[in-house]
């Protein structure tokens, strides 16, 4: 829970202090955002359900993108998503925010 | 010899799973490409649901696994340090057989490439036009003078999970006040780099609790291992005193064991257990070897940026069993695999598009109850292996409240991952 606070925290910080908000992800590639999702989903899953691990379902795509960008300049603490951040460019990302939006968290 | 159809299903599998078999037209069905998947473990069961969910009904898939309950290895350590029960370890196909994948529970024993068919034990052969090997490892019993499938039940290698880690739990449970623990890791490459160094970690936290007094001996064959800096120091700090790490140059090698007398003897000296793991040195599993998917080394040769063997491009290896260093043996590398090698096998057989290859592993340690490390890194097909492209590790030092975050990282890690090879 705290974990997840934090990075409530953190988003509500970054998304005041980012440039990314004049990013557009509406051209994302979808179904290649659903292909680098395939990485997410070891993790995250796609139900919403979260235990340890925060949901990333169903996010706005400008949440997804500022706090994708944040992970890779390291300005955010996990060294798993940092690490995995800094594999993806730009359109990476906002592939994969446009295909995270476009999934409805699922009530188990 | 009986040919296996998705006709054949219904008696084979429960009523939901075959329903949602037939319930599909015949004709549609008889023209779909076949893929069959031999082993449901995080390799096999991930390119089998994920082949079955992204080619949407396009592909007939069939998953081959002996077992109706499967156990991960990864999460065992922790039961061997009594944090979580057995059961919570375990998984069934239900999930699967209901998301479009047919599943067989037989033992696949042998693979007839030319003719591309699954022959499985029960006399049935399976047809394919493209095969997903993914057997996970056999041991190299012979590798250590003494040691035998026989032995292993008096000293458990547990590292296939089931019920070689309930009894090396139980004779740990059971060794006399003050009495030693011996562990045998295995040499490299192995599965799971820093699982026996968790072991050591989970069995010294049990030990803490039922026999304080008890000591933990490893006889390692190697000179350094996964996480080491982060293991020995958690080692001091939580069991002061319990746990004797002797590498390789110390120790001497292991030239005799004699599970009866529960006795190890290297060049140096001779070791006397109360109870003992010894993990020998491994190779990929069986099948792999009968259907010539080996290499002098007894690992399956792959081609990175499709996961095909080496030696049959109708048939993709993935986990354990391949060659695919510098990604570790783990269950997170398999599940990795088996998405590159489920899109590659789309690719190929329905024409659907097929992106750049990535990689990705991250293994979680356990050290003491919310004492949790990590280490990772992504990856990207080379020419002929995975090339490390960036990597993390915990450090030493790192304060308890981060190292319980990782912890409770790794817990919803477990509840991520099995959802996603599993349904």
């Known amino acids: ?108 | 010899m009986t040919e296996i159809s998705r006709r054949t299903f219904s008696g084979i599998l429960g009523g939901g799973a075959a329903a949602t078999a037939l319930g599909m037209p015949f004709i549609a069905r008889a023209a779909q490409p076949k893929v069959v998947v031999i082993g449901g473990g995080a390799g096999g069961g991930t390119a089998a649901r994920y082949i079955a969910k992204d080619s949407k009904g396009g592909i007939d898939v069939t998953l081959i696994e002996p077992s109706k309950m499967y156990y991960t290895c990864f999460f065992s350590n922790l039961y061997l340090g009594g944090l979580i029960d057995y059961a919570s370890t375990g998984h069934t196909y239900a999930n699967l057989a209901t998301q479009g994948v047919g599943v067989v529970h037989d033992w696949a024993d042998n693979i007839d490439r030319d003719k591309k068919h699954v022959h499985l034990a029960s006399g049935a052969k399976v047809p394919y036009d493209r095969l997903i090997v993914s057997p996970g490892i056999d041991m190299k019993y012979d590798a250590i003078p003494g040691y035998s499938v026989e032995a292993s039940a008096k000293m458990p290698h547990a590292w296939k999970s089931g019920t070689q880690v309930q009894l090396l739990k139980a004779m740990v449970e059971n060794m006399k006040p003050g009495g030693t623990f011996v562990m045998v890791p295995p040499p490299n490459p192995f599965r799971c780099p820093p699982g026996p160094y968790e072991r050591i970690s989970m069995i010294a936290h049990l030990l803490k609790q039922k026999n304080p007094t008890a000591k933990i001996i490893v006889l390692d064959p190697k000179e350094n291992f996964s996480k080491q800096s982060l293991f020995q120091e958690g080692w001091e700090k939580h069991y002061p005193g319990m746990v004797e790490w002797l590498p390789v140059s110390i120790a001497g090698v292991i030239n005799m064991i004699d599970a009866k007398a529960m006795t190890i003897k290297t060049d140096g000296d001779t070791f006397k257990a109360d109870a003992a793991s010894v993990v020998p040195a491994q190779k990929a599993g069986g099948i792999a070897h009968k259907a010539g998917l080996t290499n002098q080394n007894g690992w399956c040769p792959i081609v990175p940026q499709t996961m095909q063997s080496a030696n049959d491009p109708n048939i993709h290896v993935i986990g354990d069993s391949c060659i695919a260093a510098e990604m570790p043996k783990s269950g997170f590398s398999a599940n990795s695999q088996a998405k590159v090698a489920a899109m590659a096998v789309r690719g190929a057989l329905t024409g659907s598009k097929v992106f750049e290859p990535r990689f990705s592993n991250t293994c979680w340690s356990l050290i003491a109850p919310n004492d949790g490390i990590k280490i990772g890194a992504a990856y990207t097909a080379g020419a002929d292996k995975m090339e490390s492209t960036n990597n993390f590790i915990s450090k030493t030092g790192e304060d308890a409240a981060l190292r319980k975050q990782t912890y409770e990282e790794s817990v919803g890690w477990y509840d991520g991952i099995t959802k996603d090879i599993f349904g």
């Open chain 1, 1 to 108: 829970m705290a974990a997840i606070l934090k990075l409530v925290w953190g988003l509500v910080h970054l998304i005041t202090l980012s440039t990314a908000s004049t990013t557009a992800v509406t051209a994302a590639d979808r179904e290649f955002g659903e292909y680098l999702s395939s990485q997410c989903t070891a993790c995250h899953q796609l139900s919403g359900n979260a235990n340890g691990i925060p949901t990333i379902v169903g996010l706005e795509p400008l949440t997804f993108v500022t706090v994708m960008q944040a992970y890779r300049r390291r300005e955010l603490g996990n060294e798993a998503m940092q690490n995995i951040a800094s594999t993806l460019s730009d359109d990476d990302i906002k592939s994969l925010a446009a295909y995270f939006a476009s999934i409805k968290p699922k009530t188990e």
